[in-house]
């Protein structure tokens, strides 16, 4: 089984985001940027299968600007075997993502496709969907456990209140959740081993895929500052204040 794995960069998850002056989107510049914390689990559950002898490749596919290489060759260390850039300096949606996926899984012809559930920066929350629509192939969300046997994958769902088992035939289109697993770290054999693994250049012309936005962004605002808390001087003047200020009991 070939595993064709999304990768994004997006900003680190330890990073507060700051929004532009102009109020046009989130300010990267000279912000540490990293692998989609949901596409690291998707890429150690690819290589885990690979490991125990279910999938003989794993290739990553990123699509973004050339630094995008950067998450590519983090999945390279962490055991992925190929790396595919679609290189494009558009504002990429999730539609434009699937569409770009979609091209390259008629090249690749993978059995199954692993996303994250959702990219940090936009918390689209589509892509993974949206490629299984257009591929016409059965599609797990939130895996929260991932089994294959006599080429069937099951996989095992977090729903309210309990968890969900699905099979799905082969090839099929899998999202990952937090919890199911805990990615590797990278030795630095690894990394140095990663920079000759090949890494190959695309782009959307190439692919025939038009990434143009179909969706406006009208405008992006931070949060509103939160204010600051008092000290109360015992629990029935807590009380008196959630009663009569906060009005929450
Ligand atoms: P989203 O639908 O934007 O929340 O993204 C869901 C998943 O789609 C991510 O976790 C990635 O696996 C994949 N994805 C989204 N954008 C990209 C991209 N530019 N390059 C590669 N994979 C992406």
Same mark, same amino acid.
Request: aromatic share 2%; no cysteine.
């Given at each position: 089984?070939?595993? +064709?794995?999304?990768?994004?960069?997006?900003?680190?998850?330890?990073?507060?985001?700051?929004?532009?002056?102009?109020?046009?989107?989130?300010?990267?510049?000279?912000?540490?940027?990293?692998?989609?914390?949901?596409?690291?689990?998707?890429?150690?559950?690819?290589?885990?299968?690979?490991?125990?002898?279910?999938?003989?490749?794993?290739?990553?596919?990123?699509?973004?600007?050339?630094?995008?290489?950067?998450?590519?060759?983090?999945?390279?260390?962490?055991?992925?075997?190929?790396?595919?850039?679609?290189?494009?300096?558009?504002?990429?949606?999730?539609?434009?993502?699937?569409?770009?996926?979609?091209?390259?899984?008629?090249?690749?012809?993978?059995?199954?496709? +692993?996303?994250?559930?959702?990219?940090?920066?936009?918390?689209?929350?589509?892509?993974?969907?949206? +490629?299984?629509?257009?591929?016409?192939?059965?599609?797990?969300?939130?895996?929260?456990?991932?089994?294959?046997?006599?080429?069937?994958?099951?996989?095992?769902?977090?729903?309210?209140?309990? *968890?969900?088992?699905?099979?799905?035939?082969?090839?099929?289109?899998?999202?990952?959740?937090?919890?199911?697993?805990?990615?590797?770290?990278?030795?630095?054999?690894?990394?140095?081993?990663?920079?000759?693994?090949?890494?190959?250049?695309?782009?959307?012309?190439?692919?025939?895929?038009?990434?143009?936005?179909?969706?406006?962004? *009208?405008?992006?605002?931070?949060?509103?500052?939160?204010?600051?808390?008092?000290?109360?001087?015992?629990?029935?003047?807590?009380?008196?204040? *959630?009663?009569?200020?906060?009005?929450?009991?």
């Amino acid at each position: 089984m070939k595993i +064709l794995v999304a990768v994004k960069r997006v900003i680190d998850y330890n990073v507060k985001p700051r929004v532009k002056t102009d109020g046009s989107g989130v300010d990267l510049a000279n912000v540490k940027m990293a692998m989609n914390p949901f596409d690291e689990i998707a890429v150690e559950e690819a290589v885990r299968l690979k490991e125990a002898g279910a999938a003989t490749e794993v290739v990553v596919v990123s699509a973004g600007t050339s630094q995008s290489q950067d998450v590519l060759r983090t999945a390279l260390a962490m055991g992925a075997d190929r790396a595919i850039l679609v290189e494009t300096a558009a504002d990429l949606q999730p539609l434009a993502v699937a569409g770009l996926m979609a091209a390259i899984v008629e090249r690749e012809a993978p059995q199954l496709v +692993l996303l994250g559930k959702q990219a940090i920066d936009n918390d689209a929350g589509q892509t993974g969907q949206k +490629l299984a629509g257009l591929l016409g192939w059965p599609q797990a969300t939130f895996a929260f456990k991932t089994e294959f046997a006599d080429g069937v994958l099951t996989v095992t769902r977090e729903i309210d209140g309990g *968890l969900e088992r699905v099979a799905l035939d082969l090839p099929a289109v899998v999202t990952t959740d937090l919890r199911l697993n805990s990615p590797r770290y990278v030795t630095l054999l690894n990394i140095m081993k990663a920079k000759k693994k090949p890494l190959d250049t695309l782009t959307p012309d190439a692919l025939g895929v038009d990434v143009t936005p179909r969706l406006t962004v *009208l405008e992006v605002t931070e949060p509103p500052p939160r204010k600051s808390g008092i000290m109360v001087s015992d629990v029935e003047a807590l009380i008196e204040k *959630l009663r009569n200020e906060a009005k929450v009991i």
